[in-house]
């Protein structure tokens, strides 16, 4: 929807639409945040918003890394979905069943 920042700082909106710029919901961006970290990328996420804040003296190969992750978890297929949450939803179980 849209993208601003200063420097390395930026947000980015998540729509549904670019021409309404209506808002993901709260479900969809949970669903793109799980993405994130079973991707081993962790970011700010709030509401439809993505916020990247990289160290300072991050370099472009690792910019470029951080972009390549962010495009995969929009890009999921269902399936592919469903089969990772359901995996970290096993793993989230069972760690808080061991003493």
Known sequence: G?????????????VKDRTTKKPLSA???NDININLVLLNL????HASNIRLTP???????????IV???DQSLDHSLVTQ???????????TKSKLQP
Do not use: N, W, Y
């Open 2 to 14: 849209d993208v601003r920042g200063h420097g390395l700082m930026l947000s980015l909106d998540l």
């Open 27 to 29: 479900k969809e961006t």
């Open 42 to 45: 962790l970011l700010s996420v």
């Open 55 to 65: 160290p300072l003296i991050i370099d472009e190969k690792v910019a470029d890394e």
């Open 68 to 70: 390549q992750i962010i």
């Open 82 to 92: 469903v089969a990772m949450k359901a995996r970290l939803l096993s793993e989230f």
